[in-house]
């Protein structure tokens, strides 16, 4: 790793991981505070017991309307759709920044005519995306321990560290796999497009997976279908998964490791 380069790329991305973060942290603090609130309305639990079953698979809302337990209620609010959306659009934004704009723009073609190597330039790269994925994770999970903290809600450390380990290697995926294509390809265009049309693949058989239970195999397509916010805090998810989900990074990121070390690049 090159220690100069990393502070260079790391002070852009990590100040981009710091907004998404606060952004998710004010969001969640939202969510949190009319917890204890709408927790007690009997309206809001009726109207939640009341929906079609379909959509309380998809959006995860439990047999008690959510509202029973803290966990559920934050596992599928904090830890639901839009965290899904808003950090896979960080990982794959921030992905395409480190290799394929800097090939589209010219200055890799510069900074490899320098005495730095190229594996050197792309485990730079990926210490920076996974320098950015970590702060944007720990502080999402602060904010959320200190705010059930503050509202005095009952908490167990462990459980959400847990889930957040497991939702860092699922983004650490979708980040190798974005940075797999950044190396692959000359355009910006043509990264972004390939890595948001598998995540959206991804994702959208996730969904499918939730609305019924004749689809429930598809979740064993998707990554996304390997994490289950609710099951992690309770303690069911299997180990296997965690690994799988850093494995599959492994093999994305020496797949762009071979590609760049191979690949043409002009200025």
Same mark, same amino acid.
């Given at each position: 790793?090159?220690?100069?380069?990393?502070?260079?790329?790391?002070?852009?991305?990590?100040?981009?991981?710091?907004?998404? +973060?606060?952004?998710? *942290?004010?969001?969640?603090?939202?969510?949190?505070?009319?917890?204890?609130?709408?927790?007690?309305?009997?309206? %809001? +639990?009726?109207?939640?017991?009341?929906?079609?079953?379909?959509?309380?698979? &998809?959006?995860? %809302? *439990?047999?008690?309307?959510?509202?029973?337990?803290?966990?559920?209620? &934050?596992?599928?609010?904090?830890?639901?759709?839009?965290? &899904?959306?808003?950090?896979?659009?960080?990982?794959?934004?921030?992905?395409?920044?480190?290799?394929?704009?800097?090939?589209?723009?010219? @200055?890799?073609?510069?900074?490899?005519?320098?005495? =730095?190597?190229?594996?050197?330039?792309?485990?730079?790269?990926? =210490?920076?995306?996974?320098?950015?994925? +970590?702060?944007?994770?720990?502080?999402?999970?602060?904010?959320?321990?200190?705010?059930?903290?503050?509202?005095? #809600?009952?908490?167990? &450390?462990?459980?959400?560290?847990?889930?957040?380990?497991?939702?860092? +290697?699922?983004?650490?995926? %979708?980040?190798?796999?974005?940075?797999?294509?950044?190396?692959?390809?000359?355009?910006?265009?043509?990264?972004?497009?390939?890595? @948001?049309?598998? *995540?959206?693949?991804?994702?959208?058989?996730? =969904?499918?997976?939730?609305?019924?239970?004749?689809?429930?195999? %598809?979740?064993?397509?998707?990554?996304?279908?390997? !994490?289950?916010?609710?099951? !992690?805090?309770?303690?069911? *998810?299997?180990?296997?998964?965690? #690994?799988?989900?850093?494995?599959?990074?492994?093999?994305?990121?020496?797949? @762009?490791?071979?590609?760049?070390?191979?690949?043409?690049?002009? !200025?």
């Amino acid at each position: 790793m090159n220690q100069a380069l990393y502070r260079t790329m790391f002070q852009q991305q990590g100040k981009k991981a710091l907004n998404y +973060a606060t952004g998710l *942290t004010l969001y969640n603090l939202l969510l949190i505070g009319v917890y204890p609130a709408i927790s007690q309305s009997l309206e %809001v +639990a009726e109207l939640s017991a009341n929906l079609p079953n379909s959509v309380k698979r &998809v959006f995860g %809302v *439990t047999s008690g309307g959510m509202l029973d337990r803290c966990e559920s209620y &934050v596992s599928n609010q904090c830890f639901g759709r839009v965290w &899904v959306l808003v950090t896979g659009i960080y990982t794959i934004s921030t992905a395409d920044a480190l290799i394929a704009k800097l090939v589209d723009q010219g @200055a890799m073609a510069y900074l490899i005519s320098s005495p =730095v190597g190229r594996l050197e330039v792309l485990s730079t790269q990926v =210490v920076v995306l996974i320098s950015g994925l +970590a702060v944007m994770m720990g502080l999402t999970g602060l904010g959320i321990w200190a705010e059930i903290i503050f509202f005095e #809600l009952a908490i167990n &450390v462990w459980s959400y560290f847990r889930l957040l380990v497991i939702e860092f +290697a699922l983004f650490l995926a %979708v980040g190798a796999y974005s940075l797999f294509f950044s190396a692959l390809f000359d355009e910006e265009e043509s990264t972004i497009l390939c890595a @948001a049309a598998l *995540t959206f693949l991804y994702y959208a058989l996730d =969904v499918v997976s939730e609305l019924d239970d004749r689809f429930s195999w %598809v979740k064993n397509l998707t990554i996304f279908g390997w !994490v289950r916010p609710q099951e !992690v805090l309770d303690g069911e *998810t299997p180990t296997w998964r965690s #690994l799988g989900l850093f494995g599959l990074a492994t093999l994305f990121i020496m797949g @762009a490791g071979y590609i760049f070390s191979k690949k043409d690049i002009h !200025v």
